[in-house]
């Protein structure tokens, strides 16, 4: 399904937060940027709070899924989630990705980013839409792998990478534009694109025991 009319779009994958308002016609009515190392959650909200303030009204929400900061997707994918149901306005996710500020007007490149752990990921874009998800390799599997690349290679990353890229970031009004341009799903639950399934710690469960005689203990039991 393609949008259409004004959109609201939020991308907090990269410490290089933004919000936008754009126009059908592309321009753009009001854009914000923000920049933090830890965490967007507090300075997402000022500028969103200004532009529903200014009273323009707007179709749809377009939100940055990433990949990225976990935390930071999430929160701007709550946000999103949040005025979309107060504005009565449905909302999508659309790759960063497909959002970054050098991207060539061909709309075909590479990108490729550090992945923590030795190990860096790659995706490739092509007219705009995301034809290889991004997957992780190693060092040398990454080298190997656009060995024969000729086309641009854009990363998020200011590290030292296995391999050249110019370094950008995802913008707002750059993922509401490219947004008309995607099928999108509506009525789909929004997620961020993980590199590595999310890492969940477990607490220790309390040794509870249950009320009936002769039924197992739950939790760890003391050793004997």
Known sequence: MTTTGTLLAIETSTPCGSL?????DGEVLFSRAFESQRSH???LFEPLKEVLALGYAFSDII???GPGSYTGVRIGISAAIG???ASNVRVAGVSSLLALEAAPASGTYHVIGDARRGSYFHAGIRDWKVTVEAAIFTREELIAHLA????????CDA???PIAAAVTSPSAANLARVARSQELDFTATIEPIYL??????????PNVRMQKAGQP????????
């Open 196 to 205: 590595r399934a999310p890492y969940i710690t477990i607490p220790n469960v």
């Open 20 to 24: 936008a308002l754009v126009a059908e």
């Open 63 to 65: 939100v940055g899924i």
């Open 83 to 85: 005025v979309s149901l």
């Open 159 to 161: 590290s030292p990478l």
């Open 217 to 224: 203990t739950v939790g760890r039991s003391k050793p004997r």
């Open 41 to 43: 959650n507090s300075l």
């Open 148 to 155: 024969d690349n000729t086309l641009p290679v854009l990363s």
